[in-house]
Structures are given as C-alpha cells and as structure tokens.
C-alpha cells in the first residue's frame, strides 16, 4: 500500500550530510612562502583550478595539489567557486564524495592549493562499476527500442535487481552492483549512470521525500525533463520481477504531492500520460509499442470503457489474469471502497485464497486504482 511505503522512509535516515567541508585556522595569506618552479607548472584562473580539480577527482585522487600564480587577494572566493563547480562537473563523482578539505598557503602574488578527498567509491570500484555498466546495458537494451522503451529497461533494471539497505551502510552504485543493496543515494546513482551511458541526459536530485532525505533522479526524453525514483517504486515485498511505476517520468506537481527539493533544477511540466495517449493514438509501425507502454505504466485504466464497479466485473479481470499465471491485478473501481470490499469478497468463489488489496484515488478522476493480490 502507499502508505506502507512511506513507513519504510520514516524508519530511515536515508542520506547523511553529502558534503562537508572543513577550512583550516591558516586559511588564507602566509607572507614568505613563495614558489621557484617553472611558470609552466602553474594554474593562473579559476578555470584552470576547476579543470585541474576535476581531473584529480575523476581519477580518484585523494589529495590534490596547485600551484596558482597571480594575485592571491580574492583566492579564497576562487578556490571555492572552482571546487564547486569541479564537483557539480559530473554528478556521479560528486556524489560519491564523502567529505573534502581545501586549503592554501601562500604570498600576494602565488599559492600553494591542497584539496584533501575522502571517497566512499575508489578508482578500482568505480571501473568495475563502469565494466558492469556496459554489460549491464548491452543485455537489457535492444537495437529496435525506441527512447521510451530503453528509459523503461532501465528503470526496471534497478527496481528488480536492488533492494532498500535497511542496514543504511551502503550508499554507491559498486555496493549495489556488488550485493544488490543499496540506500537511494546508490539507486539515484546507478541510475544515472545507465542512463548517462546510455546517452540520455539526467540529474541526481537532492531533496526530502516522506519528511526524510532522499535523492532521485531527472531525466530528459524527447524535449522534455520528466522525474524518475526507482527507490520509491521499488515495492517493499521485493517479489521477484515486481515493479511499480508510481514514481516513473513524473512532472514536478505530481512529485510535489510527497517530494521536495531546494535546489534549481530543470522544470518537469508535462505529464507522461499525455505524451503516450498522444503518440499511442497516432497511426504507424510503433503505435503498439506506446500502446503497450500505456498498459505495462497502467495508463489504460485511464480509457473511458476502464472503470468497473460491480463483482461480476471484477471476477472477470481476476480470471484472465489466473488464466495467465499472474496472481495480482490493477483495475480502475467506480464505487465506494465500502461497496469494492463487499466485491472483492465475491472473488472467493473462484477458489482463490488469501485476497489482500490497497486502493488509492487516481489522478484527475474520482474513481479508484485497486490493487489486487491472490493466492491459489
């Protein structure tokens, strides 16, 4: 049930402090501490800090050493731009920061710069992490998807194949890949990167969700930027296979009804749900494909001949779906929930057992989404 997902958010603290940083007591000009290198082994602008910050961070360097020259008077307010702007270069290695230190030493004119780096993800992890990613993406996309197809492949990759850490030990995409547990900063991270080596654009996301911190994910499909929680659709009794899509291409108002976030971000305005209704309606070779996409997000409950509201319509759906060997339903209800309890007892007389249910109000319509749950 939704509601039982938010309990699992509220048992946890889910992301520690991301960043921390620390400035030394001899922060900033230390007259008589001067350089004699060459003037070639210098950085002389806050772009050259960043991208030297940057490659020192990608290769997973724990200490990072500058020579600046130039006037040291604003280097305080420099370096720290550059460093935020190094690590906000690639989301992934920013997140897999743990804390940093930064400090220099110097004199008016040249200065010594040291970036002090804790990992929670080394070199080696992070190539292996690379390693599986390819191998990862070469089995589960095929040549003939479309981009709607190859975000959904990969959305369903890591609701299946990660569970919630409820040990809150394991924050990287290498620990996911590696035990298949991970909190959401390691979900929002494998996520981006399948989807960056995939070649969509994304963002990881920093926020609140169910009133405790959470990251999740923006991604970029044809012309617009849609959310995307693989935690939060990850269904708390991790059946085998089972996925939820409560939280997948979501606008910003639909993510708002239990999602917050501070920073800028790129909008997200348009709803999933009508760019499918719309591309399923047009004639062509891949109208089936968004059609079938429509069904598997449960967008077709939202056809004008979906709703039911009687036993009889009820039983009915159940017994297709025994006949394909599923054991659970997703049906649109038009009644009271007081009338569908009183249906669901009718499905009994199908010689099925233990029929458990939950049923939230749908979006833009009053009626019901009810989910179904039997055994034989």
Same mark, same amino acid.
Request: hydrophobic share 35%; aromatic share 12%; net charge neutral.
């Given at each position: 049930?939704?509601?039982?997902?938010? *309990?699992?958010?509220?048992?946890?603290?889910?992301?520690?402090?991301?960043?921390?940083? +620390?400035?030394?007591?001899?922060?900033?000009?230390?007259?008589?501490?001067?350089?004699?290198?060459?003037? !070639?082994?210098?950085?002389?602008? !806050?772009?050259?800090?960043?991208?030297?910050?940057?490659?020192?961070?990608?290769?997973? =360097?724990? !200490?990072?050493?500058?020579?600046?020259?130039?006037? @040291?008077?604003?280097?305080?307010?420099?370096?720290?731009?550059?460093?935020? *702007?190094?690590?906000?270069?690639?989301?992934?290695?920013?997140?897999?920061? *743990?804390?940093?230190?930064?400090?220099?030493?110097?004199?008016?004119?040249?200065?010594?710069?040291?970036?002090?780096?804790?990992?929670?993800?080394?070199?080696?992890?992070?190539?292996?992490?690379?390693?599986?990613?390819?191998?990862?993406?070469?089995?589960?996309?095929?040549? /003939?998807?479309?981009?709607?197809?190859?975000?959904?492949?990969?959305?369903?990759?890591?609701?299946?194949?990660?569970?919630?850490?409820?040990?809150?030990?394991?924050?990287?995409?290498?620990?996911?890949?590696?035990?298949?547990?991970?909190?959401?900063?390691?979900?929002?991270?494998?996520?981006?990167?399948?989807?960056?080596?995939?070649?969509? =654009?994304?963002?990881?996301?920093?926020?609140?969700?169910?009133?405790?911190?959470?990251?999740? /994910?923006?991604?970029?499909?044809?012309?617009?930027?849609?959310?995307?929680?693989?935690?939060?659709?990850?269904?708390?009794?991790?059946?085998?296979?089972?996925?939820?899509?409560?939280?997948?291409?979501?606008?910003? =108002?639909?993510? =708002?009804?239990?999602?917050?976030?501070?920073?800028?971000?790129?909008?997200?305005?348009?709803?999933?749900?009508?760019?499918?209704? !719309?591309?399923?309606?047009?004639?062509?070779?891949?109208?089936?494909?968004? @059609?079938?996409?429509?069904?598997?997000?449960?967008?077709?409950?939202?056809?004008?001949?979906?709703?039911?509201?009687?036993? +009889?319509?009820?039983?009915?759906?159940?017994?297709?779906?025994?006949?394909?060997?599923?054991?659970?339903?997703?049906?649109?209800?038009?009644?009271?929930?007081?009338?569908?309890?009183?249906?669901?007892?009718?499905?009994?007389?199908? /010689?099925?057992?233990?029929?458990?249910?939950?049923?939230?109000?749908?979006?833009?319509?009053?009626?019901?989404?009810?989910?179904?749950?039997?055994?034989?």
């Amino acid at each position: 049930m939704r509601h039982g997902i938010v *309990d699992r958010w509220l048992k946890a603290g889910i992301i520690s402090a991301l960043f921390t940083f +620390a400035i030394p007591s001899d922060w900033g000009v230390i007259p008589a501490y001067a350089f004699s290198s060459s003037s !070639s082994s210098y950085v002389t602008s !806050s772009y050259e800090i960043q991208q030297k910050l940057i490659e020192g961070l990608e290769a997973r =360097k724990d !200490s990072i050493t500058l020579k600046y020259k130039g006037n @040291t008077k604003n280097l305080e307010k420099i370096l720290k731009q550059a460093v935020m *702007d190094a690590l906000d270069n690639d989301p992934y290695t920013k997140y897999i920061v *743990d804390r940093y230190t930064y400090s220099w030493r110097g004199t008016s004119s040249s200065a010594k710069i040291v970036l002090e780096v804790d990992y929670r993800e080394s070199a080696e992890q992070s190539a292996y992490v690379n390693k599986r990613i390819e191998s990862i993406l070469k089995s589960i996309l095929q040549s /003939n998807m479309n981009d709607h197809q190859r975000i959904k492949a990969i959305h369903d990759y890591v609701v299946v194949n990660l569970k919630y850490d409820e040990d809150i030990q394991k924050y990287t995409a290498y620990e996911g890949l590696k035990t298949g547990e991970a909190v959401c900063q390691g979900y929002s991270l494998l996520t981006y990167k399948l989807l960056k080596t995939a070649g969509f =654009k994304s963002y990881i996301v920093e926020g609140t969700a169910g009133g405790q911190a959470h990251a999740w /994910n923006l991604v970029f499909l044809d012309g617009n930027w849609y959310h995307l929680d693989t935690t939060w659709d990850d269904p708390l009794t991790n059946k085998p296979g089972q996925v939820r899509y409560e939280y997948y291409l979501r606008t910003d =108002k639909q993510m =708002k009804a239990d999602h917050q976030w501070t920073k800028k971000y790129p909008a997200a305005n348009t709803p999933y749900r009508e760019i499918l209704s !719309s591309l399923s309606s047009k004639a062509g070779t891949e109208r089936a494909i968004y @059609t079938a996409l429509e069904e598997q997000l449960g967008y077709n409950l939202y056809y004008s001949n979906a709703a039911i509201n009687t036993g +009889a319509g009820l039983q009915e759906k159940v017994k297709q779906s025994i006949k394909s060997g599923k054991d659970s339903i997703t049906v649109r209800y038009s009644g009271s929930e007081n009338q569908l309890i009183k249906d669901l007892g009718s499905l009994y007389e199908l /010689n099925v057992r233990n029929i458990r249910y939950s049923a939230t109000s749908m979006e833009d319509i009053s009626d019901l989404r009810v989910e179904i749950f039997w055994q034989i």
